[in-house]
């Protein structure tokens, strides 16, 4: 399998619920990345976890929550969300030697709606 | 600060005509780069890296130190080609890659 899955492929949510973001992948990559897509926009990088530890969050608000419970498996849970948090969010695998000098590996993306 | 510029939003260019994606970068070291393309409702995938020095559909992206710049190019645009397309250089370490802003090329019938 050389393909990153994500789950599900839309969600729509109100701002007082909790839902999560699932992401796998099993070519065996040690490093699992989100990021958030606003349209017309790049992708921007909001936690990276190397070898099931996370390494880099990028400031991100607490009401975003990722977990890694295996090196294949990355959830994003999300709680009391706001409507300029509708994006496209990514994830993303790569090998997990270097992170920014490893090609990576993306999903097709969630789509979520905040109402 | 590391950084990486594409100033074109979009280039429209006719099949069968060069085209030329500009990418400039600021950088301390010798930068790894990236072209990452995302077709119409595709996954945003790697087109080619500059490490490998691949020609991927045709594209080539030729490191110029001097001028700082990864420019990607194709010699006669297909309209397939047709994307989103992003240069990316890592940053913050090595352990991330920032994306420019992309350009979005068009390529006309």
């Known amino acids: 399998d050389t393909e990153v899955t994500q789950t599900p492929k839309h969600l729509v949510m109100g701002m007082t619920n909790k839902k999560s973001l699932k992401c796998e992948q099993h070519m065996g990559h040690r490093a699992m990345y989100w990021y958030k897509q606003k349209a017309k926009k790049p992708p921007e990088l909001m936690f990276v976890y190397s070898y099931e530890k996370l390494s880099i969050n990028e400031s991100v608000p607490s009401r975003f929550s990722p977990e890694c419970p295996n090196s294949s498996l990355l959830n994003l849970h999300l709680h009391a969300l706001q409507p300029e948090d509708s994006a496209l969010y990514l994830c993303?695998?790569?090998?997990?030697?270097?992170?920014?000098?490893?090609?990576?590996?993306f999903g097709p993306g969630t789509r979520l709606l905040v109402l | 600060a590391q950084r990486v510029t594409q100033p074109e939003k979009l280039l429209s260019v006719f099949k069968g005509a060069p085209v030329e994606l500009k990418c400039n970068y600021s950088y301390s070291g010798s930068p790894e780069l990236f072209w990452y393309v995302q077709y119409s409702r595709q996954r945003l995938q790697l087109l080619l890296r500059h490490i490998s020095r691949e020609s991927i559909k045709g594209f080539t992206a030729d490191l110029n130190k001097g001028e700082t710049s990864f420019h990607l190019k194709k010699p006669f645009a297909q309209e397939e080609d047709s994307a989103m397309y992003y240069c990316a250089l890592p940053t913050g370490g090595y352990q991330k890659v920032t994306f420019g802003t992309g350009t979005k090329l068009q390529v006309i019938p």
């Open positions: 993303a695998s790569s090998q997990g030697l270097g992170g920014g000098q490893e090609t990576q590996y």
